[in-house]
């Protein structure tokens, strides 16, 4: 049985979710542990910060959505600052320039090269990128940490195509050649996402059946470290277990650009990983301390899962529905593995999918990769299938900023 830490003493209440059931967390986070080694286990002063961050959110977010609410700042006013800066807003109200003043001053630590390089390693992964990411999405139901919120504001279980598919775009622009510079749309649709979960926050916390005291924060600064984990740290084990090799140095890029975007979006610097290292150390971390499934975690799978049925593509629909869902299945048992499934309720199935792809990929992207110009074609066409796959939630059109209706 996987030893299980102890919750941290505490002079302040703590959101009950923590450490809700720590042998359950321990059992879901010990794969992750087996790759650390020693020295792995988070210490009393770890779990504070931690318990902590679930009531605690970003503060330079925060006060933009509180203006926006109070009618201080327009959004119409942060769209045109958004896309023309700040100085392009008449009379600017200071919330609003406080905000830009932050997001578009870029820490000196950004290096544009491994921005481009781990980019350029996503992109390279095509339609397994986005496979991944939809493994890391039912890997965040296993736990109730977000479920109830997403329930709640419906995104994923009354328009769970549409709201996939909007994820989807953006990481798919933020990717894209270029993608996080201050006029590219992975840059702005980072920004806006900031926004928006401070505005989710501001509206759900204030409702009576959102409970602090159980939940924390809706938008918290802990589950935000943790999803930013599923999109880094997973990301790099799941493509690898796809059979894609990817380097030291590729992977050290790819944690520095989800580094950036993580700052860009409002995650707190002290779990913004510097190396892969880190990364599965924090991730780790967070994991000990996350709550067992709920229902809304089963609702969750369900609607993902009828959503593959309503993916729209130019020949044989029916099957190749049928096929994206078996496909997704089998990658879970790999990805999420057998007990995840069994948290979220999706059908078991054999990992015949990531059997069928791993020796594919390890020829393309290992040994064929390494002539320049077979790396090249393979870029291109890594492009070309995450363009493909976005059509499938917008047939020929897809979002870039979405609309916003208000606070």
């Known amino acids: 049985m996987t030893p299980t830490p102890a919750p941290p003493p505490s002079a302040e209440p703590v959101p009950r979710r923590f450490m809700a059931d720590p042998q359950w967390a321990a059992n879901a986070a010990a794969p992750m542990g087996k790759l650390i080694g020693t020295d792995r286990e988070p210490s009393a002063e770890q779990l504070q910060a931690l318990a902590r961050g679930l009531t605690s959110c970003d503060p330079v977010g925060a006060a933009l959505a509180d203006a926006i609410g109070e009618r201080d700042v327009t959004f119409a006013q942060f769209r045109q600052a958004l896309a023309e800066g700040v100085d392009a807003v008449p009379d600017a109200p200071r919330p609003l320039a406080d905000f830009f003043a932050h997001v578009d001053a870029t820490p000196d630590w950004v290096d544009q090269a491994r921005l481009k390089l781990g980019a350029e390693v996503m992109r390279r992964g095509g339609v397994d990128t986005l496979d991944v990411f939809s493994a890391a999405l039912l890997t965040g139901y296993r736990s109730s940490a977000n479920t109830k919120l997403l329930t709640m504001t419906g995104g994923l279980s009354q328009r769970t195509l549409a709201r996939n ?12 050649a270029g993608g996080m510079a201050r006029t590219a749309q992975g840059w702005q649709l980072t920004v806006h996402v900031r926004l928006m979960h401070a505005i989710v926050n501001r509206r759900y916390a204030a409702q009576p059946d959102w409970d602090l005291e159980e939940h924390g924060l809706p938008i918290n600064a802990t589950d935000q470290a943790g999803n930013l984990g599923l999109l880094s740290t997973f990301w790099l ?12 140095r590729e992977a050290a890029a790819v944690m520095h650009l989800w580094r950036y ?39 969750l799978t369900q609607a993902f899962e009828a959503s ?13 529905r049928a096929w994206e869902l078996r496909k997704v299945r089998s990658l879970s048992r790999l990805l999420v593995g057998k007990q995840g499934m069994k948290d979220i309720e999706m059908r078991r199935a054999l990992p015949w999918y990531p059997l069928l792809r791993a020796p594919a990929n390890f020829l393309r992207h290992g040994f064929l990769a390494q002539a320049p110009p ?32 208000g606070p």
């Open 165 to 176: 598919g909007e994820t989807s775009t953006w990481v798919v622009e933020c990717i894209r």
């Open 237 to 248: 084990l799941g493509i690898r277990l796809l059979g894609m090799p990817v380097s030291a």
């Open 261 to 299: 975007i993580g700052w860009l979006v409002g995650v707190e610097e002290q779990w913004l990983p510097h190396n892969e290292a880190e990364g599965r150390r924090v991730f780790y971390h967070i994991s000990l301390t996350a709550p067992p499934p709920d229902k809304y975690s089963r609702e």
């Open 308 to 320: 593959l049925g309503e993916l729209s593509f130019p020949r044989f629909e029916c099957f190749r």
């Open 374 to 405: 077979i790396r090249r074609t393979l870029l291109s066409r890594g492009e070309r299938q995450l363009d493909e796959v976005l059509r499938r939630y917008f047939k020929e059109e897809h979002p870039h900023v979405a609309p916003h209706s």
